[in-house]
DNA sequence: CCATTTATTTAGTGATCGATACAGAATGGA
DNA sequence: TCCATTCTGTATCGATCACTAAATAAATGG
């Protein structure tokens, strides 16, 4: 088990290309930008990651890790379901503009639509939305369990609403939304909650 | 002023363009996908369109005409404002998961992130949907004229809402989202109406 | 030391990208 | 009928795409 090390930082190099992928998406990113962005040569990113494809799955994982921990959090630990998704609604609204990275959510932007033969990349995209949802879910039930929200209310349409709203307000921070307008749109979901809970699916 | 004919049908050309944009978005699709959907050859295309991004133009302007006219009218020819927003909505819901068609909008889809020199596409989709955002803003404006809104509602604020909501139901489309749950989510999106209006921009 | 293993750089692969040169075909006007 | 004009299909253009063969470099095990 020997061998020529390895030269470059593989975590840095992710790092790299997930932030390529999360500016131009997966079709519109090249294996010149990714080798440049990450520093090395086209056979080392092969070697180390397999694929154009594998390599965005890796960025997506780490996307995932990286940026939902803290939304994550305020989700969760708040002691209140409405309370939860205000705060993570508000912390999504503050950095989806955050000039630091690029606007909006990877999840949502990296790959809507594209070739056929991309279709799996898509899937990737679509499976982590529908886990983000599914989380939405588990909270509104979770805050049905212990009192803070109605028996009766309808969790998985309630979670699809502001599941709704938050992908729209990644659109909305590549249109150049501010961090007031952003807040503003959640102020507004928010005003919303009231109205859901409690209705029964129809 | 003479010169052979065109032999083709130019607007049943660009519909067919159209629809490979809207299924694939702009940089996905190639020029072979678009002649071998118009049913001619790339001189002609060239010929008639230009360049790809002035087809591409071209589809989103006409995607605009044939598409917008139904929920625009619905916007503007209801009663209130609310009843408005609730019938524009709701056709989007429907429409947006329209079998006929590809699902979800257009000019959210087509072209969010992608290559650098790409970016005056991405300008054409942006001026799009802020025009959808000002004729929200307009009729909700109209709506406080008429006396149906509460005077010192932020209009802009509240059509900011919805534009959002209605982006993110485009994602939700592309997720595979039923009709059903799309009206769902517009229902409690109109859950919001009365929490939002009356108040003014903070 | 040498052998093995893995990573590196260089220099490409065939395929496809958007866009065109060119020659022939089809029209109206003289 | 002949010209000027415009559109047509064929056959490309150079550039770039994702990806890799081959030779060299750097590590460990013996």
């Not at 886990?131 to 509104?140: E, G, P, Q």
Request: with cysteine.
């Amino acid at each position: 088990m020997a061998g020529r090390p390895r030269s470059f930082d593989r975590a840095a190099a992710l790092k790299a290309a997930m932030g390529v992928f999360w500016q131009r998406g997966y079709e519109a990113t090249s294996l010149s930008d990714l080798t440049k962005a990450m520093g090395i040569n086209a056979p080392s990113l092969y070697a180390a990651f397999g694929c154009k494809e594998a390599l965005f799955g890796e960025a997506l994982e780490l996307y995932q890790q990286a940026e939902g921990a803290a939304p994550r959090r305020l989700l969760e630990e708040a002691p209140t379901a409405r309370e939860g998704f205000a705060a993570m609604l508000r912390f999504h609204a503050v950095n989806y503009v955050d000039p630091a990275h690029p606007p909006g959510c990877m999840a949502v932007l990296a790959a809507i639509v594209g070739a056929p033969e991309n279709k799996s990349v898509r899937g990737l995209m679509s499976t982590t939305r529908r886990r983000a949802l599914d989380a939405f879910a588990a909270r509104i039930r979770r805050g049905i369990a212990t009192g803070d929200v109605p028996a009766g209310t309808d969790a998985m349409a309630m979670a699809a609403f502001y599941a709704t709203l938050l992908q729209g307000m990644s659109i909305q921070a590549r249109d150049g939304a501010t961090k007031k307008q952003l807040l503003a749109t959640v102020d507004s979901a928010m005003a919303a909650w009231d109205g859901m809970v409690g209705k029964k699916a129809r």
